[in-house]
């Protein structure tokens, strides 16, 4: 099997990079982890949870970075891991071969998938052929999507409608392998991880800041496209919502002052809305199982909500996740506070069944099937 680099910069791609990891560890499969590390707190506390030690770590988080700026330094620092990790792959050849793997739509990603490729080197893509085919919904992860889409040579897609995606691009059919989507195996690992093991002092925290008699909605918010007025927006429906007498709404706030200031200035003096600071991913996972309606515009949260049959209420005009739409498990809502305060009224009020329903993401084994497929390389 070809030498092997996984690169992942951020906390969701962390997540679902961590099966894949797990999975060569189990099947004693060489390889190498490289992090940019976009963000430093919340990736650190995943890499931790999934007891991942980063072979290489660029630690290119900086205060008010650009994309123009984190997209130079990635280029920058990523050629002397190539070097590096090249130089142990096969230090007496000339021959530069391996497979660099990267996930979804980040910064990260994309540039890294772009250097890979200027070195001649193999590209596999994890989590391909999401798309909405709005360039500037999600921005700029759309875009990133499909340049990654024409550099890779292998396309891990995590649903039929992301490989037929693909099909339709003209990627040939021997360069993709459906192998669902590996955040659903890494439900699965935490809840192993997880089981018979005290609740962590953050859970027995938000225990003691909840009313349990009361609903709770959970928000997070993070895209780029909804800074200013679509947070403003949003930030609007929640205060209608919170004159709710039963409900709480809690919000773990992202850290990007473009997120974090304006929301903490609008929200902050609500008794029932709770602004918190990220939480740790075991505590995510509680939040998501006890809260009744979820108001996100997360990608990650669209994937793991179903295994908790909470329905989702996307703040975002176009999703590249419809399977959770069309299962009913996810409903777009965009930033418009009047539909996002009347979808949400009506979920509190009659909430759906939807524990019965499958996950449209996955079974669980795509770490598996990836690194099947890798081993055929």
């Given at each position: 099997m070809?030498?092997?680099?996984l690169?992942?910069?951020t906390?969701?791609?962390?997540?679902?990079?961590?099966?894949?990891?797990h999975?060569?560890?189990?099947?004693e499969?060489?390889?190498?982890?490289?992090v940019?590390?976009?963000?430093?707190?919340?990736?650190?506390?995943?890499?931790d949870?999934?007891?991942?030690?980063?072979?290489?770590?660029?630690?290119?988080?900086?205060?008010?970075?650009?994309l123009?700026?984190?997209?130079?330094?990635?280029?920058?620092?990523?050629?002397?891991?190539?070097?590096?990790?090249?130089?142990?792959?096969q230090?007496?050849s000339?021959?530069?071969?391996?497979?660099?793997?990267?996930?979804?739509?980040?910064?990260?990603?994309?540039?890294?998938?772009?250097?890979?490729?200027?070195?001649?080197?193999?590209?596999?893509?994890?989590?391909?052929?999401?798309?909405?085919?709005?360039?500037?919904?999600p921005?700029?992860?759309?875009i990133?999507?499909?340049?990654?889409?024409?550099?890779?040579?292998v396309?891990?897609?995590?649903?039929?409608?992301?490989?037929?995606?693909?099909?339709?691009?003209?990627?040939?059919?021997?360069?993709?392998?459906?192998?669902?989507?590996t955040?659903?195996?890494?439900?699965h690992w935490?809840?192993e991880?997880?089981?018979?093991?005290?609740?962590?002092?953050?859970?027995?925290?938000?225990k003691?800041?909840?009313?349990n008699?009361?609903?709770?909605v959970?928000?997070?918010?993070?895209?780029?496209?909804?800074f200013g007025?679509?947070?403003e927006?949003?930030?609007?429906a929640?205060?209608?919502?919170?004159?709710?007498?039963d409900?709480?709404?809690?919000?773990?706030?992202?850290?990007?002052?473009?997120?974090?200031?304006?929301v903490?200035?609008?929200?902050?003096?609500?008794?029932?809305?709770?602004?918190?600071?990220?939480?740790?991913?075991?505590?995510?996972?509680?939040?998501?199982?006890?809260?009744?309606?979820?108001?996100?515009?997360?990608g990650?949260?669209?994937?793991e909500?179903?295994a908790?049959?909470?329905?989702?209420?996307?703040?975002?005009e176009?999703?590249?996740?419809?399977?959770?739409?069309e299962a009913?498990?996810?409903v777009?809502?965009?930033?418009?506070?009047?539909?996002?305060?009347?979808?949400?009224t009506?979920?509190?009020n009659?909430?759906?069944?939807?524990?019965n329903?499958q996950?449209?993401?996955?079974?669980?084994k795509?770490?598996e099937?990836?690194?099947?497929?890798?081993?055929?390389?």
């Amino acid at each position: 099997m070809k030498k092997l680099l996984l690169c992942f910069g951020t906390r969701p791609e962390a997540i679902k990079m961590a099966p894949v990891i797990h999975e060569l560890k189990k099947q004693e499969i060489a390889f190498k982890v490289c992090v940019t590390a976009q963000h430093r707190e919340m990736l650190d506390q995943v890499l931790d949870f999934f007891e991942i030690t980063p072979d290489y770590d660029l630690d290119l988080m900086r205060a008010g970075q650009t994309l123009n700026g984190l997209s130079a330094s990635i280029f920058t620092g990523i050629d002397k891991v190539f070097d590096d990790w090249l130089r142990q792959a096969q230090p007496d050849s000339n021959t530069q071969f391996g497979v660099v793997l990267v996930h979804g739509d980040t910064t990260t990603a994309s540039m890294i998938a772009q250097a890979t490729f200027h070195r001649q080197i193999k590209v596999g893509h994890v989590e391909a052929g999401l798309r909405t085919y709005n360039k500037t919904s999600p921005f700029p992860e759309e875009i990133n999507r499909q340049l990654i889409s024409r550099i890779a040579d292998v396309h891990f897609t995590p649903t039929e409608k992301a490989s037929s995606n693909l099909l339709k691009e003209g990627i040939p059919v021997e360069r993709i392998a459906l192998t669902g989507n590996t955040v659903v195996d890494s439900l699965h690992w935490a809840a192993e991880k997880l089981a018979g093991k005290k609740l962590s002092q953050e859970i027995f925290g938000l225990k003691a800041l909840l009313n349990n008699d009361n609903k709770l909605v959970l928000v997070t918010g993070h895209r780029r496209e909804n800074f200013g007025e679509g947070l403003e927006e949003i930030g609007e429906a929640l205060l209608k919502l919170s004159n709710r007498t039963d409900l709480e709404i809690l919000y773990p706030v992202h850290l990007n002052p473009n997120v974090k200031d304006p929301v903490q200035k609008r929200l902050g003096n609500k008794p029932n809305i709770h602004l918190v600071s990220p939480v740790a991913y075991p505590t995510m996972l509680w939040l998501m199982q006890r809260a009744v309606v979820i108001i996100s515009d997360s990608g990650g949260v669209q994937e793991e909500a179903p295994a908790f049959g909470t329905p989702v209420l996307v703040t975002r005009e176009y999703s590249e996740r419809m399977e959770g739409v069309e299962a009913g498990f996810s409903v777009l809502v965009g930033t418009n506070r009047q539909k996002i305060v009347e979808e949400a009224t009506r979920l509190l009020n009659n909430p759906p069944d939807l524990s019965n329903r499958q996950n449209p993401y996955g079974d669980g084994k795509a770490a598996e099937r990836i690194v099947q497929f890798l081993k055929g390389l």
